[in-house]
Structure formats: structure tokens, C-alpha cells
């Protein structure tokens, strides 16, 4: 139980684009999903917090206009990269929380790594 | 100071020796604690998660809390090479909503044969 998956694994594209990723929770429904921002050898450092039906809280130095959340269901969030560029390449990963039982642990998806050109 | 300080390592242990990772956080209301592992290029797995003062066993690794020293640790017993990833510590504070953690800078540990 407690799987999250995130499409796509991996993306590559140039300057500019936006892109979009998506975290689906296959087997619970989620209170509220996480997105973490990871650049190597760094630790996770959380970009906004989205609950269903509500606008996404953004962790202070994050562009909410730049990192488009949308959380539509209880198991679906995405986020689009706006306007890309090299500096946003990263490991993207969202998690998310149970509704209803074990509300206190994060399970994370598998993450997408971007690479802007 | 940070808000949940590890030690980078790296940590490197012999396959068969008790790995011991250590883990302090700063804010005295926090409510649960949790060990994540992460292999090179992967996202964070769940090892444990651990909220009330003492121990708690699953399996070869142990967690322990102690609030009154701010302390959490992980201990893996046995260990062995596929053991070898970061450690990343976590920390819900009290009163923080939707169960928000702060990441602790990871410990990487290396199992070597």
C-alpha cells in the first residue's frame, strides 16, 4: 500500500518550454501532496504544500508563478515548470499523505528529473 | 542553527557491523521523527518512523528518541553492502500543518565488504 507514482521518470527540454509533472497516490487518497526540489549532494528542500480543492502554500524564495501547482483531486497533483531554464534542472519529487490513516507519513513518488537545455 | 542537523559522513562500516546514525533538531515541540533512505539517483524510502521517548525495533535497524536531548538515531545492525545509500533524518514540528517535515542534510553511509 502507501504508492505514489510521478510521470515523467525524466525530461529533457529546452530553454523556454514548460513542462509538466504529474504525483499520483494509485492506492490511497491524499490529504495533501509535497513538492521537493533535490540539486546533487543536496537534501530535500520542500517547494510547496497542496491540499485538494485549495491553493498551494509556497515555501518562502519559491516563485508561485514559476512553479504552477494544481491539486484537482484527492489523487492527482501536477506541477508545471514555467518558462523553463538551465537552472531549474533538478530531481523533482512529490509525496504525499494518507487520508485517514496514517496521516503523519510522508510516502514519496519515485521523482522526475529535469534537464533544461 | 540548523533546524535538524546529521552528520554528512561519510559513515563507512564494515558488512557485518553496527551502523549508528545520529540526528539533533532544534525545535523542542516536535511531534515525530522519521529515517529515510535514499540510494544514489532514487527518491527517499521509509525506513522508520518513531514519536514517542525510547526504542523501537523493525527488523535490523532501530530507531531511538530522546526529546529531552533533541536526539534521534538510527542504528542498523548486521549491515550489509546494499545498505549503503544517504540516511536522511526528518522532523514534524508541533503545531506545523499538513504534516510539513524538515530534512536533515543526510548522512551518507557506505558497507564495505
Known amino acids: 500500500g502507501a504508492v505514489v507514482s510521478q510521470h515523467p521518470s525524466r525530461v529533457i527540454c529546452k530553454s523556454g518550454t514548460s513542462v509538466k509533472i504529474e504525483c499520483r497516490s494509485l492506492?490511497?487518497?491524499?490529504?495533501?501532496m509535497f513538492w521537493y526540489r533535490q540539486f546533487p549532494k543536496q537534501s530535500l528542500m520542500l517547494m510547496a504544500t497542496?491540499?485538494?480543492?485549495?491553493?498551494?502554500?509556497?515555501e518562502q524564495g519559491v516563485e508561485k508563478d514559476k512553479f504552477l501547482i494544481n491539486h484537482a483531486s484527492l489523487t492527482l497533483s501536477t506541477l508545471t515548470v514555467t518558462s523553463a531554464h538551465p537552472e531549474d534542472s533538478s530531481f523533482y519529487i512529490c509525496?504525499?499523505?494518507?487520508?485517514?490513516?496514517?496521516?503523519?507519513?510522508?510516502?514519496f513518488g519515485p521523482g522526475t528529473r529535469l534537464t533544461v537545455l | 542553527q540548523k533546524e535538524v542537523e546529521q552528520n554528512s559522513g561519510p559513515l563507512s562500516v564494515p558488512e557485518g557491523a553496527i551502523a549508528s546514525l545520529n540526528c539533533t533538531y532544534s525545535d523542542r515541540g516536535s511531534q515525530s521523527f522519521f529515517w529515510y533512505r535514499q540510494y544514489s539517483g532514487k527518491s527517499p524510502e521509509l525506513i522508520m518512523s518513531i514519536y514517542s521517548n525510547g526504542d523501537k525495533e523493525d527488523g535490523r535497524f532501530t530507531a531511538q528518541l530522546n526529546k529531552a536531548s533533541q536526539y534521534v538515531s538510527l542504528l542498523i545492525r548486521d549491515s550489509q553492502p546494499s545498505d549503503s545509500a544517504t540516511y536522511l533524518c526528518?522532523?514534524?514540528?508541533?503545531?506545523?500543518?499538513?504534516?510539513?517535515?524538515?530534512f536533515g542534510q543526510g548522512t551518507i553511509l557506505t558497507v564495505h565488504p
Open positions: 497542496s491540499n485538494e480543492g485549495s491553493k498551494a502554500t509556497y
Open positions: 509525496s504525499a499523505t494518507s487520508r485517514g490513516w496514517d496521516t503523519d507519513t510522508q510516502y
Open positions: 526528518a522532523v514534524r514540528a508541533g503545531g506545523t500543518s499538513y504534516g510539513k517535515l524538515t
Open positions: 492506492d490511497f487518497q491524499a490529504t495533501t
